[in-house]
């Protein structure tokens, strides 16, 4: 009897042991992202699930509501690290400026499996974590992101963040909403459009086939160009 008592308890102490440690490990990635925003941004203020607003300017075009959104931003690790920008003005700054690089807008696809959650709580609305107020076109939000919103994944609680926590550290994203839009390949067509009417004007459109309009079919044919 003795010995059973003696393996049941070290059962238990093992099952608190392992309790503690899981614990652990989400406090301690709570209590270091508290302790850095006291140091760093005291007066950055929390919305949702913990992300938190360092600097909004509000834009005074549509609100947020596409699937695609056009968008300059900048990704900052905790400690200060420029992890990616498409500002090449910033990119000159922190010498990682590349000739060949492309600066500028990029497409974004918001949803689940396609975008971290915590863009999306930048981005707001009532169906995002953070439940922020939505961004307008031609605004700049730039907001702290938990580790445990670095995620595409979605879930309904805090607590649900955290059992399912991203391994992807923590960062500061700056996002400039340029524009949005629903049907991708239409936007590609236009902006290509727009592209050789701005650099090779006169240009037109071609096409391979008698069921497809030329200005439909995306194709450009420039020869002789010097």
């Known amino acids: ?12 102490a093992l099952f608190s042991c392992i309790a503690k440690t899981e614990d652990d490990t ?25 992300v938190y607003v360092i600097e909004d300017t509000p834009g005074t075009g549509p609100y947020w509501d596409s699937t695609y959104i056009f968008t300059t931003y900048t990704a900052t ?10 500002k090449e003005d910033m990119a000159k700054q922190i010498g990682t400026y590349k000739s060949s690089n492309y600066y500028g807008p990029v497409v974004l696809t918001t949803g689940e499996s396609l ?50 926590e991203s391994t992807t550290a ?17 936007w590609e067509k236009d902006s290509l459009a727009a592209y050789v009417e701005r650099h090779f004007p006169g240009t037109e459109s071609a096409t391979f086939s008698e069921d497809i309009e030329a200005e439909d079919s995306g194709f450009y044919f420039i020869t002789d160009y010097v």
């Open 77 to 86: 690790s905790l400690d200060g690290t420029v992890s990616y920008t498409g």
């Open 1 to 12: 009897m003795k010995r059973i008592y003696i393996l049941a308890a070290a059962a238990l």
């Open 26 to 50: 989400v406090s301690k990635a709570t209590d270091y992202f508290d302790a850095w925003l006291k140091i760093n941004y005291p007066e950055a203020r929390e919305h949702g699930m913990g």
């Open 115 to 164: 975008c971290y959650a915590g863009i999306e709580a930048i981005l707001g609305g009532e169906g995002t974590a953070g439940k922020l107020p939505k961004m307008r076109v031609g605004g700049t939000r730039k907001a702290v992101i938990p580790s445990w919103l670095m995620t595409t994944s979605r879930y309904d609680t805090e607590a649900d963040y955290f059992k399912h």
């Open 170 to 186: 923590a960062a500061i994203y700056t996002i400039h909403l340029t524009g949005q839009f629903e049907d991708l390949t239409r």
